[in-house]
């Protein structure tokens, strides 16, 4: 009879776990397409090709949720030439003026303090969508530390040739779009998470419309 009983107790636990894990598409909210003007011809290594339709649903646990709107944000460049730095996290992901942020040339970055280490199952990154743009660079890094002095993880990495100096990326270059770049953080653990990029192939400047992460606390 114990035995039976101890049986069903794993079962139990086990069906719980399992129910705890359900995948489920996440359910993201994209703004408007707004392409203005004719797509250059991206002279990029390691170029992305586009996908000839939308994005397939990404799957993560069920209750996997955006916990980064309206949380803080700091950046590399405290005073930016256009916007403000807390509008990264503000939930607006239209292309238009007023909706992006432009920080200074060169390396810059953006940090968003989740409040606590959550399990971070993607985040996604819209630098620019008003026009197709590369942007150069991108690196992804999740810690717990705010300085990103230990404990780093680094989740995307297109640094094809380690101008940023974290290694070579294998991660490919992308056209920006309305959907965003959805990277897979794979249950990935911290509080803050850092998007780095260095320019774009319109000009040396840096933009974010928006920095999402899905995860659970």
Known sequence: MKKLVLIVAVAFVSLTALQAQQMKPLDLELPQPMFVGTPQNFDVPNLEKPKGGA?????????????????PVTASDEL?????????????????YGSFVELGPDKQWAQVDLGASHTIYAVILWHYHQQARVYLDVVVQVSDDPNFASGVKTIFNNDHDNTSGFGVGKDMNYVETNEGKLIDAKGVKGRYVRAYSNGNTYNDLNHYVEIEVHGKP
């Open 80 to 96: 930016p030439i256009i916007g403000e730095i807390d509008q990264i996290t503000d939930g607006d992901k239209d292309a238009g």
């Open 55 to 71: 994005r397939p649903p990404f799957l993560a646990p069920a209750g996997t949720k955006n916990v980064s709107e309206g949380k």
